[in-house]
């Protein structure tokens, strides 16, 4: 669709739609529980006694994809409570029974489905709650909802629900223990509460109460559920014991053995309070979670992987402090104060042992969260890993203790908050890791956040302080990382190597309209110093940078005759470090829009590097900044409807820069397929041609006689991945899951140049031949291979207890030459590679007092 079209249906819709904080007729926003005599037979019938007594909640609205529409369908729900439980039914009227969409999913999997979900907000806060959701075939999901609508999938109660398909449309019973909501308790409780049902059909979705895209929020938008009195005071003492065995591929010499070993540990969660509960890990073991995607990285910086070990998973909003995070970028760099992969994460250190361990040692992590009755969410998490150590006992990760503690005091009904974050890393440091690694390394951090006039404005801001410690040799390795590259020529930094410390600083400044009407917008101004190092325990790639962006964004979610819902963002930024230099000046604009259809389409175009900037990090990699020229980039992408059971997808990003001289292309393609209701497979074939005219040779920096020379290389890199799942639900409580994705990239460098002037406004000018024809003759290449597979079979056998099947495989191999291979030849090979097997069998057991 023409910009300017698009541009003119969202006016055209905007004006034609109704407008927020209009209330619909008869939209109460208050229910009432009654309290039950007898237990509540879960069943999906509403045949108990206390269902003919409960009032109904009828007074349901279509929130999209029309907001404040006519619900296609009536919906009636009843609420009920006990001293241990708090019950829920809802009736969902469908007059066509037969095309409700029921399919079965491993738990917590948001299947192409009708869905009935309850969001109770049990502090009554407006901040923080819980959503509990089942389809019409009992698959349940449940998450924890934080900061007014961000939502922590990872986290997982111990409840029950029951539905069923019956000649009016399909019902929901839930069974909500109290022991796993936290409220405090007092002679009669209210709770935030809210029901969500979803008509899959019609992609339509209706709320109690009403619930609106055009504002902010979540939990502030719930209703109230009165009626709830003598509530007891639970304290949720929960054991889980788990055994686990693994059997894994060890070599030995030129062969390969295996070696067996067995573990015991446990997971403990105790509410010490009505409003703060603590949960703790023992030795755990992990071993059930999906293997990383195979990647190569040719820059500079650390890649950022997702954590999913469920301990650290579940309740991270509470420890979230971003950094290097806006509107414009969608906070999707990953950077922040706190990186729970630094707990366990892989050695340090590396002497070549081919027996070395590839994680360290958990002994143990506790962390106490909870909301206190004056509006304060608490948080502090402490962790102990062992000393990881290879041949002749030389120690490859110290003893080390992780301690974070997040506070934030709301104000103003949750309307305003301030926050403040405190991070610390001590290590026992011996002979092998004190010139390699900080001593000690400790974050202080401040932030705020005001919503005024209707809480469609926002203005929020944080500042951060650090310190690390160590000897001298250690803190010179902080000063010549990527992060900070001390030595730059003409950065304004010194390079010292005498330091035994290096401290900095990080500050934030945003204001944005958050809710009301179409439009959007952010603009922000980040700083951090040259100093600023949190990567002990938090995720930085670089310091000594500062940024303004902005983001301004017309949303449509009404439907119109093209569309149900549209978005059309405008977005602009600018990078420079502490001392002024400009890195970066780029535009860019994006659409997005459901059809009518039900396909999304999405693109956009960028232009950036614009004016006079210059790359100062990843080119010359601790040399001077080398000017760069302005680079294009378009992407595109089409998602299918996912009601049918074949779904398409397909996405592709094309970028050109270096005056032409360099250009890449990404694509990827999937198909998911689902067979009935309980088998679903998808397989995505992803690929990319990366044309580079300056990647930085290896070596990237050589020093000799004349001088310092830093080489450049023309690479021509072809790279592709297929990675396939299959989920095969045999019942709601047993799954087999199946991960597999075999990674190939290569390429071949030539052409070699050292930098000549880095000013030089001509990129010809920038560059000249090198002389060394030891280097320029044989510029070498790379072949990357790697698969990894996970088969995993996990069988809930009983509430909140679980036993696991798992089986992973990895393979790899890499030469410094591209060699002569196809990549059908090259994928041939890596299955002719040894395979690293690992067999795991884990079994915990949920104990409830």
Not at 53 to 77: K, L, M, Y
Request: glycine fraction near 8%.
């Amino acid at each position: 669709m023409p910009a300017a079209a698009l541009l003119a249906v969202l006016f055209q819709t905007a004006v034609a739609s109704p407008q927020p904080g209009r209330v619909p007729p008869a939209a109460a926003t208050t229910a009432t529980a009654v309290r039950a005599t007898l237990p509540v037979a879960i069943d999906g019938r509403d045949d108990d006694a206390v269902w003919r007594t409960a009032p109904a909640i009828t007074q349901f609205r279509e929130f999209q994809p029309a907001e404040n529409g006519d619900p296609r369908f009536a919906t009636e729900a009843k609420v009920a409570y006990d001293e241990h439980n708090l019950y829920v039914f809802i009736r969902a009227f469908d007059p066509h029974p037969d095309s409700i969409l029921k399919l079965l999913a491993r738990r917590d999997v948001r299947a192409a489905t009708d869905q009935l979900k309850i969001m109770i907000d049990s502090y009554h806060d407006r901040r923080n709650g819980y959503e509990f959701a089942v389809n019409p075939a009992g698959v349940k999901r449940d998450y924890a909802i934080y900061n007014d609508g961000q939502e922590d999938d990872a986290w997982d109660a111990v409840w029950d629900a029951a539905a069923q398909v019956d000649s009016l449309g399909w019902t929901a019973e839930f069974r909500i223990p109290l022991s796993q909501l936290r409220y405090v308790p007092r002679a009669t409780n209210t709770f935030g509460f809210g029901i969500w049902r979803d008509i899959q059909r019609y992609t339509e979705r209706v709320s109690w109460p009403l619930y609106r895209n055009s504002q902010s929020g979540i939990t502030s938008q719930l209703g109230e559920l009165t009626g709830l009195t003598g509530l007891p005071s639970p304290r949720r003492p929960e054991f889980a014991p788990y055994v686990v065995t693994k059997n894994v591929s060890v070599p030995v010499g030129a062969g390969f053995d295996r070696s067996q070993k067995m573990t015991v540990g446990a997971d403990l969660k105790y509410g010490i309070t009505p409003n703060l509960t603590i949960d703790a890990t023992v030795n755990p073991d992990f071993g059930q979670v999906e293997a990383d995607p195979a990647v190569l990285n040719l820059t500079a910086f650390e890649p950022f992987f997702a954590e999913r070990r469920p301990f650290f998973v579940q309740g991270a909003g509470i420890f979230r402090f971003d950094v290097n995070c806006s509107a414009v970028n969608d906070c999707s760099t990953g950077e922040g104060l706190f990186y729970s992969r630094r707990i366990g994460r892989a050695p340090q250190l590396d002497y070549g042992d081919p027996n070395a361990p590839t994680a360290t040692t958990i002994y143990g992590s506790a962390k106490l969260t909870g909301r206190l009755p004056g509006g304060q969410t608490l948080g502090v998490l402490d962790a102990v890993t062992g000393r990881e150590m290879a041949t002749l006992d030389r120690t490859m990760e110290p003893t080390t203790n992780y301690a974070v503690v997040r506070a934030q005091q709301d104000f103003r009904g949750g309307e305003s908050g301030f926050g403040a974050m405190v991070t610390a890393v001590n290590r026992h440091l011996d002979q092998w890791t004190e010139d390699a690694l900080h001593r000690n390394a400790y974050v202080g951090a401040v932030d705020f956040r005001h919503r005024f006039l209707g809480s469609r404005y926002q203005v929020s801001g944080s500042l951060a302080l650090s310190r690390v410690a160590g000897t001298d040799s250690a803190i010179a390795l902080t000063q010549r990382d990527p992060v900070h590259y001390y030595q730059r020529p003409g950065a304004g930094v010194s390079y010292d190597p005498t330091r035994t410390s290096l401290a900095g600083d990080g500050e934030a400044l945003k204001f944005g309209k958050v809710g009301g009407g179409i439009t959007r917008f952010e603009t922000s101004y980040e700083r951090r110093s040259p100093g600023f190092e949190v990567n002990d325990l938090g995720f930085l790639r670089q310091a000594d940078q500062q940024s303004w962006s902005t983001w301004f964004a017309f949303q449509s979610r009404h439907p119109s005759s093209i569309y149900q819902t549209a978005f059309w963002n405008f977005n602009w930024w600018q990078y420079w470090t502490a001392a002024g230099t400009p890195v970066e000046r780029a535009g860019n604009t994006n659409v997005h829009a459901q059809l009518n259809n039900r396909w999304w389409v999405h693109g956009g175009v960028t232009a950036g590097q614009l004016g006079t900037t210059f790359c100062d990090r990843d080119c010359t990699r601790g040399g001077p900044a080398v000017r760069v020229d302005p680079y294009l980039s378009a992407w595109g992408e089409a998602d299918g409807d996912e009601r049918p059971a074949l779904t398409p997808y397909v996405w592709f990003n094309y970028w050109r820069g270096d005056a032409g001289r360099s250009e890449r292309f990404n694509g990827n393609v999937q198909v998911a397929l689902r067979v009935a209701s309980q088998f679903r497979t998808s397989v995505t074939l992803s690929a990319t041609h990366n044309l580079k005219d300056v990647q930085p040779a290896d070596p990237n920096v050589i020093t000799d006689a004349s001088g310092t020379h830093y080489l450049f290389a023309r690479l021509d890199q072809k790279e592709a991945s297929l990675t396939g799942r299959i989920d095969y639900t045999l019942s709601t409580v047993l799954t087999l899951q199946l991960y597999a994705q075999p990674f190939i990239s290569k390429g071949t460098y030539a052409n070699v140049r050292e930098l000549a002037d880095p000013n030089a406004a001509a990129f010809a000018n920038r560059y000249k031949p090198y002389a060394d024809t030891s280097v320029t003759n044989h510029p070498g290449g790379f072949n990357d291979k790697a698969f990894n597979s996970t088969v995993v079979l996990r069988w809930e056998y009983r509430p909140g207890s679980a036993l696991f099947l798992v089986w992973t495989q990895g393979r790899s191999d890499y030469t410094s030459l591209e060699g002569r291979r196809s990549l059908p030849g090259d994928l041939r090979d890596l299955f002719s590679l040894h395979p690293n097997n690992t067999f795991l069998v884990k079994a915990s057991y949920w104990i409830n007092w």
